[in-house]
């Protein structure tokens, strides 16, 4: 288990994309579209396995398929 998270999900009808690290700070990016959402996911594609994935159930789907698709 890692102490980095990336957190997934839609809050007051934006995406957001949460990112915690080692130190327990977080750093919070909201985008207004799923497809923004995605492309601002891409930048952590190569360090992912450095982090623990906390997908919303609604976005689960379309986060692993676009996660698996490049």
């Known amino acids: 288990m890692t102490d980095k998270?990336?957190?997934?999900?839609?809050?007051?009808?934006?995406?957001?994309?949460?990112?915690?690290?080692?130190?327990?700070?977080s750093t919070k990016r909201t985008f207004i579209t799923e497809n923004g959402l995605l492309e601002g996911l891409e930048q952590y594609r190569y360090v992912l396995d450095e982090y623990e994935i906390e997908v919303s159930d609604d976005l689960w789907g379309k986060v692993i398929n676009h996660l698996h698709q490049n």
């Open 5 to 25: 998270t990336i957190k997934v999900y839609k809050e007051n009808d934006e995406f957001v994309l949460e990112r915690i690290n080692q130190f327990n700070h």
